[in-house]
């Protein structure tokens, strides 16, 4: 009967008792990388091409849309990834002035982005004439240094895609260069691009120049010069 009775008090205490859910793991999104384009592109080229890697998305799907900056709606798409690639294009919609467009990688079921671009938008009779570009990093003046120096600017045009970057004394000799490959599927576009200059361990007034060699007779052709001060250490 005392037995009974225990058993009984236990219940009632247990049912009194609030049970505390365990926490709920968070769905991960997975993510998404948009390799082309870039913010900083400026896209001219008949086609407006989409594409990058992704990883760990439910369903291997995210929702990608590109939006301008009136609020109109140029994409809005489910994209399907293939082993970690995914690709999309479209026929470039821009008929009007050059307008903002902001590209947007998301979980198809809603959520915080899981890549983002910015962009210019435009048409081929709005582009420039002829290969194009600018440094805009490194700035005019600026004094650099290290074991090597951080570039950055745009390029446009360029055949093959490929382009130099070169660190020269006030004299005209170029102490340290590399060639990179400037990634724009449309070639007319102009697009950002950064890269690593080594220094050499030259020290002193210097001109970075963005250079690359004509398609036509191999010449060299300057796209764009900053003056520099080269120190042990950046400014």
């Known amino acids: ?13 247990l049912a009194g008792c609030s049970v505390t859910p365990a926490p709920t793991a968070t769905p991960n ?9 870039q913010t900083g592109a400026f896209i001219y080229a008949p086609t407006l091409y989409f594409y990058g ?7 291997n799907q995210f929702r990608l849309t590109a939006v301008t900056a009136n609020d109109q709606t140029i994409v809005d798409t489910v994209i399907t990834v293939d082993n970690g ?18 590209i947007s990688a998301e979980p198809v079921g809603g959520g915080a982005p899981l890549d983002e671009a910015t962009i210019g938008l435009a048409t081929e009779a709005q582009r420039p004439q002829g290969v194009f570009g600018m440094l805009l990093s490194p700035v005019e003046g600026e004094t650099v240094g290290g074991e090597s120096i951080p570039v950055s600017g745009t390029a446009s045009g360029l055949f093959e895609g490929t ?5 020269e004394s006030p004299d005209g000799v170029e102490v340290s260069g590399i060639v990179i490959t400037v990634e724009n599927p449309g070639m007319m576009d ?3 691009w ?36 080269v120190a042990e250490a950046a400014g």
Do not use: F, K
């Open 85 to 102: 690639q995914w690709t999309y294009e479209i026929p470039n919609p821009q008929t009007g002035d050059p307008v903002e467009v902001t």
């Open 190 to 192: 102009e697009v950002p």
């Open 1 to 13: 009967m005392r037995r009974a009775i225990l058993l009984i008090l236990l219940l009632i205490a």
């Open 29 to 37: 999104p997975g993510s998404v990388t948009i390799r082309h384009p």
């Open 53 to 59: 890697q992704a990883e760990n998305l439910p369903a």
């Open 163 to 167: 382009m130099n970057i070169g660190l």
């Open 194 to 229: 950064q890269a690593d200059l080594p220094t050499n361990n030259y020290r002193g007034p210097a001109v970075l120049r963005a250079y690359y060699h004509s398609a036509m007779d191999g010449s060299v052709v300057t796209l764009a010069t900053v003056n520099v001060t």
